[in-house]
């Protein structure tokens, strides 16, 4: 392995212990600030360092901006402002754990979303890897009792999740169908501008975020920067940095250690993983191996050749 390929994985795993870990930075935030709040003081230290670094080294083309504005307004309330706040307030009532685990079948939902507005097809890995995925998104939520999806008694916490699951893999999609000439950095930035913009309009709507964030501790202002440095910042440029050395889909199966970062942190802190947690990750992370395209299915063809 070539020392580039090395640090580009060692970028990737970082950046899903970020994203792992943002659940339980984000139980203890919400137990001191409001949803809302806390999302502008978050975002708004995110995009302030994205505009500053990359727009003083030339990395963001106004004329990017001016082409694809609305496809951005758009992209950003989907899928920083209306995701961000699923995370929140979702984490008021469900666990870290279920949220991470809820959230590592975005690129399910991804896929799904792919199939009906891009029109792809959905081999048999894929269609194996829906499956898993899904099974284990019922597991985790219902602990195993199917009455409970029946009688569709879902956690309210679950469900927003999943709701802001579903949104992240809209923005996704939406980003490649409505951008154009674009770099993923210019797509992260200028969306997440967007979505700054309307944290703060419904903050000032719904909450008094200066009062909530001049009452916060300041351990809980620590909490919310190493979110917007760590989870917002490093880990997308990082992750970006990976697509970029090892390609897209190697990249992508990395996703799938977040949830299990979010346990090991959970465990630490003396709250261990339930038994359907666990049979729950591992049906979700084989989901999104077969939905990857890491294992193969021979087709009937390709096996009568052999």
Do not use: C
Not at 23 to 36: D, V
Not at 145 to 173: C, E, H, P, T, Y
Not at 211 to 234: C, K, Q
Not at 240 to 248: E, K, L, M, T, V
């Amino acid at each position: 392995m070539r020392k580039p390929d090395s640090l580009a994985y060692v970028g990737i795993i970082v950046s899903t212990f970020f994203w792992g870990t943002n659940f339980n930075a984000g139980a203890l935030i919400i137990r001191h600030m409001t949803p809302i709040s806390a999302s502008i003081e978050r975002f708004l230290i995110s995009t302030t360092l994205l505009l500053l670094i990359f727009g003083l080294q030339g990395k963001l083309r106004l004329s990017v901006l001016r082409e694809n504005l609305w496809a951005y307004v758009g992209l950003g309330l989907l899928g920083f402002t209306a995701f961000n706040l699923a995370t929140f307030f979702g984490l008021q009532t469900t666990t870290p754990i279920n949220g991470a685990l809820i959230l590592a079948t975005t690129p399910l939902w991804t896929m799904l979303l792919a199939v009906v507005f891009e029109r792809e097809r959905i081999d048999t890995a894929r269609a194996i890897g829906l499956f898993f995925g899904l099974l284990g998104v019922g597991l985790v939520i219902t602990r195993g009792d199917v009455q409970m999806l029946l009688a569709l008694k879902v956690a309210r916490g679950d469900a927003i999740i999943l709701a802001g699951s579903l949104a992240w893999a809209a923005n996704m999609v939406g980003t490649r169908r409505f951008v154009k000439q674009a770099t993923p950095l210019e797509n992260t930035t200028f969306s997440m501008l967007f979505g700054t913009i309307g944290l703060i309009v419904l903050g000032f709507m719904f909450e008094r975020p200066l009062a909530s964030i001049a009452a916060t501790p300041g351990n809980i202002h620590a909490a919310v920067l190493y979110l917007a440095v760590g989870g917002s910042l490093l880990a997308y440029l990082l992750w970006f940095r990976g697509i970029h050395q090892i390609g897209a889909a190697r990249t992508s199966i990395f996703f799938n250690l977040a949830p299990v970062f979010t346990m090991l942190v959970s465990t630490v802190l003396g709250v261990p993983p339930n038994a359907w947690q666990l049979v729950g990750a591992v049906a979700v992370i084989l989901g999104v191996v077969f939905a990857s395209g890491l294992v193969g299915i021979p087709t009937r063809a390709r096996a009568a050749q052999t």
